[in-house]
């Protein structure tokens, strides 16, 4: 059993009354355990990610692992966050404690490796500790089940059904009893996924930055195993540090976190630059086109990573009759296009990688008779083939890597691929705008509100195109419900609105297309249409 509280916290807490704003938002509510975890500030209180409200989130775990049968074990990884791994321990010692076995990473550990482990060792369950991208004051706790992929109905509601009764201050049982794991996860990783390089390496100079984070544990080794031996690193980004030094914000999708990589691309004359996020499952790509660096979108590189894999499967005759592929309700139409033209099935999930895992697993347990075969989000996540349950920057890497090395070697780059694309398809351009609130409790009734004036009143034209149909995703569907509107214009454009999981912010992503003409006009026309109406539907959400 442990002691109430340490001097540390009892000492920050005092600091905090001296604050009234700053110890409301630290302790107005329990920190929220939701359908993947929970994600927060770090720091004194039941509204913060700390060591207590790690130990109580994994009693409730672990109460809800004893309702389930047979003896449990449980996978634990850790990013490169400051306290991830004291948070990780105090999570092994806890399962520990309540008679599991426990696995538990030697080193800072890739959040796809968590899941592959997860399966490897055929564990009930699995944590990771992490906030993805978020900045270095956040931290995080995600829960994987038996199959590898993120918590999802029941047992996302069970679990916190049980976190929900374990307060900070319980008397938790904890011991030291846990097996490391060290390489040799990587080892067994790294000998599948060679079951999915496509065609041999040819050569292509390869930049590699993980942002500080975990990926430069085993991405590098990667790349080299499927033959790509010319990889270098941005040295100032390379060493794992939960400040991210020079890194500020450590997200792919954000073009200052890719500054230093592409000023070195351009330098050295790399063909591209690969960047991964902090937990290594989010890859962004900067493609040299000639004289120019070009950031690819995470809706460009799906499209890439999916013609390149329905075109070689298709040339080797192993295009499977059923092959079967998803994406999100906010990820480019563009990818649905590709699929059923090659004919595959696309089918679209909500937002989150743990949906894709979900019908993965369903599709495996049931007689539905699709096979998959890649997955994507437009947020820079993707999967190709099924040894692991979650977005995959590991193997996505050697992927992107392989499309540049075979459009290089028809002397082609790849936005020549993408453009190629484009021709045979059509023009698909997509943007993400995010509206932000406050922190806190002040910042998410905005959203509520926000969110419940657009329903009540939706437009009826955005950017002078008719609105033809709405989608609401609190109403029952398909899909489960979940707080999203997607709006379809006349003119074949999308937005979808969302609140985020993670951060005060509401998310308005949109999507517009046509078929092309004079391609770079062409460009420059949607990107017109695509401003229109997302400034359009901000004036309408802003008052």
Not at 164 to 188: C, F, H, N, W
Not at 422 to 429: A, E, S
Not at 438 to 464: F, H, S, V
Request: net charge neutral.
């Amino acid at each position: 059993m442990h002691a109430p509280f340490d001097e540390a916290t009892q000492k920050e807490v005092r600091e905090l009354m001296k604050n009234e704003t700053a110890l409301r938002d630290a302790f107005f509510k329990d920190l929220s355990f939701g359908t993947g975890g929970m994600r927060g500030l770090m720091g004194a209180g039941t509204n913060r990610m700390n060591v207590y409200t790690v130990r109580a989130a994994t009693q409730g775990l672990a109460n809800y692992l004893k309702m389930q049968s047979g003896n449990h074990s449980v996978f634990i990884g850790y990013d490169v966050r400051n306290h991830s791994r004291e948070f990780a321990l105090e999570a092994a010692r806890v399962l520990a404690g309540n008679g599991m076995t426990v696995y538990l990473t030697k080193d800072i550990c890739p959040t796809p490796l968590v899941s592959y482990g997860c399966r490897h060792f055929k564990c009930s369950a699995a944590i990771m500790i992490t906030a993805s991208h978020n900045p270095p004051a956040y931290n995080g706790y995600k829960v994987y089940w038996s199959d590898g992929g993120q918590v999802v109905p029941p047992h996302d509601e069970g679990i916190m059904a049980e976190v929900r009764k374990v307060s900070v201050d319980s008397d938790i049982p904890m011991q030291d009893s846990y097996q490391i794991i060290g390489t040799e996860l990587d080892q067994a990783y790294l000998a599948e996924l060679k079951n999915y390089q496509l065609y041999p390496a040819s050569p292509i100079k390869i930049l590699y930055t993980p942002l500080h984070g975990t990926g430069i544990r085993i991405i590098p080794e990667a790349l080299k195993s499927f033959g790509y031996m010319q990889v270098r690193l941005v040295e100032e980004q390379k060493t794992p540090d939960g400040n991210f030094t020079n890194a500020h914000s450590p997200n792919p999708e954000e073009k200052a976190a890719l500054e230093l990589g592409t000023k070195q691309l351009l330098h050295e004359k790399e063909d591209l630059l690969i960047a991964t996020d902090p937990d290594a499952d989010r890859m962004g790509v900067v493609a040299l086109d000639g004289e120019k660096a070009v950031a690819l979108t995470g809706n460009q590189i799906a499209c890439l990573c999916l013609h390149h894999i329905c075109t070689a499967l298709t040339a080797r005759k192993e295009f499977p009759e059923n092959a079967a592929f998803i994406k999100t309700i906010v990820t480019t139409e563009l990818f649905s296009k590709i699929a059923k033209s090659f004919g595959g099935a696309c089918f679209d999930v909500l937002t989150g990688f743990k949906y894709i895992a979900e019908k993965m697993t369903l599709w495996e347990q049931s007689f539905s008779g699709y096979q998959y075969i890649f997955g994507a989000e437009e947020s820079y996540g993707y999967l190709f083939g099924t040894m692991v349950r979650d977005k995959d920057a590991i193997s996505s890497a050697c992927l992107i890597a392989e499309v540049a090395a075979l459009a290089k070697k028809q002397n082609l780059s790849l936005i020549d691929r993408l453009y190629q694309i484009y021709q045979k398809f059509g023009l698909h351009r997509e943007t993400l705008v995010s509206l932000s609130f406050n922190e806190g409790e002040a910042g998410m009734d905005q959203m509520k509100l926000l969110m419940e004036k657009l329903r009540k009143n939706p437009p009826k034209t955005i950017g002078n195109i008719p609105v033809i149909k709405i989608e609401d995703y609190l109403k029952p569907t398909l899909l489960p419900k979940s707080d999203v509107l997607r709006f379809w214009l006349k003119d074949h454009s999308k937005l979808v609105i969302r609140p985020s999981g993670t951060e005060p912010k509401v998310k308005i992503y949109a999507e517009v297309r046509q078929e092309v003409q004079d391609l770079d006009k062409d460009i420059l026309a949607c990107d017109g249409r695509l401003k229109k109406i997302t400034d359009e539907l901000c004036s309408v959400l802003r008052y």
